[in-house]
């Protein structure tokens, strides 16, 4: 049972323009989620967070959008850069505070 | 300030034989985790530990074994390699607290033929 998805594997933006990346969930009982992202041959880094308390966090460019009703997270990359281009991955603790579950991942593209 | 540290960068096994991927972190974090990334698959939790002497099974521990004798050190061992454990592997550290995010090593890549 797949708790956090991402049902898109892939998505290409024109540079300067909005991404949007999409995260759905099964578990109510998640209280925070997180965004990753994974260049090649790197380790996933952290990007953004949001607790289930918040509907949005912001950090620069890139926001976080919290729909607790359809259990739907997204990030938005605005504008969006070609350094961007990379694997995004949504998290959340599953099963205990220790046991983070992962989406599959979106590969983002950003054409110059 | 090295953070976390995975050795080595790429290994190849024959079917059976054994080997320890290492991992490393000067971040002084009581939790450490190894996770395996496939195609399609995303990030799957193996083994944890939430500090020295204390491990715990994840989503797919079978094949492999873990121990914590350090705050430093938590190394996956493979007793008996076979081709499914071929992947990519993560090693990955976060401070206590809710919503402390995970820091992630830059990997190992495993393949077993």
């Known amino acids: 049972d797949q708790q956090v998805k991402q049902n898109s594997p892939s998505l290409s933006v024109q540079e300067g323009r909005i991404s949007i990346l999409n995260c759905d969930y099964t578990?109510?009982?998640?209280?925070?989620f997180l965004w990753y992202k994974k260049y090649p041959a790197e380790g996933p880094t952290f990007l953004i967070s949001?607790?289930?308390?918040?509907d949005k966090n912001e950090d620069g460019r890139f926001t976080v959008f919290l729909n607790k009703s359809a259990k739907h997270l997204s990030l938005h990359i605005v504008p969006s850069q070609p350094g961007d281009s990379a694997v995004y991955f949504c998290a959340a603790p599953g099963g205990g505070t220790y046991k983070y579950i992962f989406g599959t991942g979106t590969r983002l593209k950003v054409l110059a | 300030n090295a953070g976390v540290t995975q050795t080595p960068k790429f290994q190849v096994l024959k079917t059976g034989q054994s080997m320890t991927l290492q991992c490393a972190q000067d971040?002084?974090?009581?939790?450490m985790s190894w996770y395996r990334q496939d195609p399609g698959m995303g990030l799957r939790l193996i083994h944890y530990s939430v500090g020295a002497g204390i491990t715990d099974q994840g989503e797919v521990p079978n094949g492999y074994n873990v121990s914590r004798s350090t705050t430093e050190d938590f190394p996956l061992r493979l007793l008996s390699a076979a081709p499914s454990q071929t992947s990519v592997y993560f090693c990955?550290?976060?401070?206590?607290?809710?919503?402390?995010?995970?820091?992630f090593g830059n990997g190992t890549r495993l393949t077993v033929t």
């Open positions: 949001i607790s289930s308390i918040k």
């Open positions: 971040m002084n974090h009581e939790y």
């Open positions: 578990n109510s009982m998640f209280d925070y």
């Open positions: 990955a550290t976060r401070r206590e607290g809710k919503g402390s995010p995970l820091h």
